[in-house]
């Protein structure tokens, strides 16, 4: 749990690091660090969650490494997160963010040059730009960058920056996992694989609680946990008569665990538009509602720990979208889902990272570990979307392989967005009728400079309030669509 800034080939000034570091103080609470020579300056906050994580920083010999993410290498016993990023870095050089197993941006100075790195997926965010003084910054959040630099771009998953070469690609070293060709072996190793994978976010005590919506993922990830540590609580947030809070219902008892649930009021949803909005960095309309119910669940988890299980991640590997069922071949589902997962770090991911950080609390996300993606990208698509007697049915392999441990409901649920589980889709619809949005929304308005087609008068407000925070055009451009249909 770390934020990450700074600045390159420019006079760096301490101040101006601190400042930056100020403006995402809610990735890590607990220390700072701050550099600088002659040509870079960066920084890093950091939450306190266990030795293995670290403080986010490391330098040897010269070379100085800021960190946010999880790391799941091995490693000597002492050596944190950051550590190890140093350590590859000396060996592999440049091609080290191929090594690297878990979520990560990382900032590397080597006293001449920087290099910037991001993970497969773009759990953990990376904006550059170019500062009003010349030269390049970077930060977790744009929110670091703003009044910094007006041209401002996101680092892409898997990607690399380099002050010599600039951006290039770098492919993964994923697992080498056997896909088995028999649907029973698979959905057996499919278990072992995200068993494993909870197990290896639990490891170093840091987990305190579990994001649990009722839906199939958050489900599983509850349930596995709930084997290894009976004691691990639930959170789950909504409005009342929300459907996710009587399937989460029946997964707590189910499991007899301690379950937190908070419900809240349109007006309590209205009151977090402004925060929701900012803490995103989007407008979005699928993106913003879903952020507020997960800045509700992050404020009530942040009372009784700093770090939370989520199940993100499910619907993209394995299939959750209805929108899949409508395509006709296999092809096509596949080329949707591969896009779904391109695109998850600026919507789904995305939402996930700032609502929980917003609260000072870290994620751990177990769908997205370089074992289970390894076996779930190379699935066939037909044990994801699987079709029997008329109906279609997703995530059948993942429902399949944790089917004993869920109550027969959860088994069978279909999927619902987040923000509709939760019944925010409806208050905040209900909500943009009260305001000046509503009369503004027109053909005039509903157009924005950059491009953007706001689809609605609730879309209309949340844009209205980005540009409050983001005035430049080059933040508005960053902003990604959830619904590829819109």
């Known amino acids: 749990m770390a934020g990450i800034a700074g600045m390159f080939a420019t006079k760096p000034r301490e101040e101006t690091v601190r400042r930056m570091l100020d403006a995402i103080r809610h990735r890590g609470p607990d220390s700072v660090r701050v550099f600088t020579d002659g040509r870079c300056g960066g920084g890093v906050c950091a939450a306190d969650l266990a030795p293995a994580r670290g403080d986010g920083y490391a330098t040897r010999d010269g070379v100085t490494v800021l960190f946010d993410g999880e790391i799941y290498n091995d490693r000597p016993g002492d050596a944190a997160d950051a550590d190890v990023v140093l350590d590859l870095y000396t060996r592999y050089g440049q091609a080290f963010p191929a090594y690297l197993e878990g979520v990560f941006a990382c900032a590397v100075y080597d006293g001449k040059n920087l290099l910037l790195a991001r993970d497969a997926v773009g759990v953990r965010p990376m904006y550059c730009g170019t500062a009003a003084e010349g030269g390049t910054c970077f930060a977790s959040e744009l929110k670091a960058l703003a009044g910094v630099a007006d041209d401002v771009w996101e680092l892409p998953p898997a990607t690399a920056w380099s002050a010599g070469s600039g951006v290039s690609r770098y492919t993964p070293r994923l697992p080498s996992i056997h896909v088995p060709a028999e649907f029973e072996e698979a959905r057996r190793l499919l278990r072992r694989l995200v068993t494993d994978a909870v197990a290896r976010r639990l490891d170093d005590g840091a987990v305190g609680a579990c994001l649990l919506s009722g839906g199939l993922d ?75 119910a997960n800045l509700t669940a992050s404020g009530v988890a942040s009372q009784m720990t700093n770090c939370i299980l989520s199940g993100e991640g499910g619907d993209e590997l394995f299939g959750g979208y209805h929108l899949l069922k409508d395509l006709d071949t296999s092809l096509e589902r596949l080329e949707m889902m591969e896009n779904l997962i391109a695109v998850a770090y600026n919507t789904a991911v995305q939402r996930l990272d700032r609502a929980m950080f917003a609260n000072r609390i870290t994620y751990r996300t177990p769908f997205i570990d370089s074992q289970v993606m390894a076996l779930a990208l190379n699935l066939p698509v037909s044990w994801k979307i699987h079709e029997r007697g008329g109906e279609k049915i997703e995530k059948f392999i993942l429902r399949e392989a944790f089917r004993d441990l869920l109550p027969e409901a959860i088994y069978r649920r279909r999927k619902l967005r987040f923000s509709a589980g939760t019944g925010t889709d409806g208050f905040m619809d209900h909500v943009a009728e009260t305001k000046p949005e509503a009369a503004d929304f027109s053909d005039a308005t509903r157009h924005t400079p950059e491009g953007y087609t706001l689809n609605s008068p609730k879309e209309l407000w949340y844009y209205r309030l980005f540009k409050e925070h983001f005035p430049a055009p080059a933040y508005e451009r960053l902003v990604g669509r959830w619904d590829p249909d819109k």
């Open 218 to 292: 958050s489900s599983i990830i509850l349930c596995v946990a709930h084997e290894m540590d009976p004691d691990i609580p639930a959170v789950t947030v909504g409005v009342e008569g929300a459907p996710d809070l009587e399937n989460a219902r029946l997964v707590a008892e189910h499991l007899g665990v301690e379950h937190h649930v908070h419900l809240y009021t349109q007006a309590e949803a209205e009151a977090l538009v402004p925060k929701a909005v900012l803490a995103l960095e989007s407008f979005d309309e699928d993106c913003v509602s879903g952020a507020i």
